[in-house]
């Protein structure tokens, strides 16, 4: 996705993680830790991009994305717009475009973008003016970017050397953009092990996930694991026919401090959010001493920081 990057190479717009290069990974991953704060500390206030503006348009519900973008934003200094989709123009019939050249005559610099259809992150990067840069926050089942880095930088802080480490993903893989921008950036940082854990209907093609091992039994798959990412089913992408039973889900791929307990001792337990408790994870576990998933929500913050910073600059310099 070499449009994501400028002349010179470097990322003006987020949409995916795929084609992205380690070194870049990594220093967006650096950066975003530069962001974090000890816990009651204020966090930062200002840039230099202090007063340009971002605009929040999400098609699509979301608590997590949508606040920390708003919250990455404001701590740079930034004006943060939240369209609020349901009294938008959008619902008389304006397309998405039209309300991007809005936007962009208002002088909004950066989009941000969740919506159900594949493609659109891609086709409104490729219609903005040059002074305007497109961050992808979830594109249907396809890619979450600024989610697959953050998880990236929670791996980091608790494992270090991704080429030592065993990684399992464990639920709704099919239709998860969490595990397919997952799966892109820790190919690129060199993973020792990807493994997937899913029901038959519920496991993908190969794609991003090609050299994965493939497990259909939970048991298995996260036996001696450093880290288990439990996934939602995503039943807004499924047909209801084929929504799985929530306590039959549960009984075999409910993640349980018994089945923890086949992992590494000091495995962490990942989950994008938001969870089902009871479904996909018993409350024992995601509230429990392995579980970083709290962590991962402030690491989303500094991401977002570090993400809108890193465009900011290709687009207008330090
Ligand atoms: N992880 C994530 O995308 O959560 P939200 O849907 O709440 O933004």
């Not at 891609?122 to 040059?130: A, G, L």
């Not at 970017?145 to 929670?154: A, E, H, I, S």
């Not at 995503?234 to 791929?253: G, L, V």
């Not at 307990?261 to 989950?271: E, F, G, N, R, S």
Request: charge should be negative; include cysteine.
């Amino acid at each position: 996705m070499t449009m994501q990057l400028d002349s010179s190479g470097k990322l003006r717009h987020l949409i995916t993680l795929e084609g992205l290069d380690k070194p870049l990974l990594e220093r967006l991953i650096d950066r975003a830790e530069g962001y974090l704060t000890t816990p009651g500390d204020c966090p930062p206030n200002g840039s230099p991009f202090a007063g340009r503006s971002v605009a929040n348009l999400f098609f699509e519900p979301s608590t997590r994305t949508r606040s920390s973008f708003e919250l990455a934003a404001k701590r740079l200094g930034l004006h943060v717009l939240n369209l609020d989709v349901r009294t938008s123009s959008r619902t008389k019939g304006e397309s998405i475009l039209d309300t991007i050249y809005t936007l962009e005559a208002m002088a909004c610099d950066v989009f941000v973008l969740r919506d159900s259809e594949p493609g659109l992150p891609d086709f409104i990067m490729r219609n903005v003016e040059p002074w305007v840069s497109v961050l992808s926050a979830g594109e249907a089942d396809r890619n979450h970017p600024t989610q697959g880095l953050l998880d990236m930088l929670t791996m980091r802080r608790h494992k270090r050397d991704f080429s030592q480490l065993s990684v399992s993903i464990v639920g709704d893989i099919l239709h998860s953009r969490v595990a397919h921008s997952a799966a892109h950036a820790l190919k690129t940082l060199g993973v020792g092990q990807l493994r997937l854990i899913a029901p038959e209907s519920l496991m993908p093609g190969t794609g991003e996930f090609l050299g994965a091992e493939r497990h259909t039994r939970l048991e298995t798959g996260i036996a001696g694991a450093d880290v288990i990412m439990t996934l939602r089913i995503q039943k807004e992408r499924m047909n209801s026919a084929s929504i799985p039973d929530s306590e039959s889900y549960f009984q075999q791929y409910g993640l349980t401090p018994e089945r923890l307990a086949l992992a590494k001792p000091d495995a962490i337990v990942m989950h994008p959010g938001p969870m089902n408790r009871g479904t996909e994870i018993a409350s024992e576990v995601a509230d429990g001493p392995q579980s970083v998933i709290r962590e991962q929500v402030t690491n989303g913050v500094a991401t977002r920081m570090a993400v809108m910073m890193t465009v900011l600059e290709t687009l207008h310099g330090n």
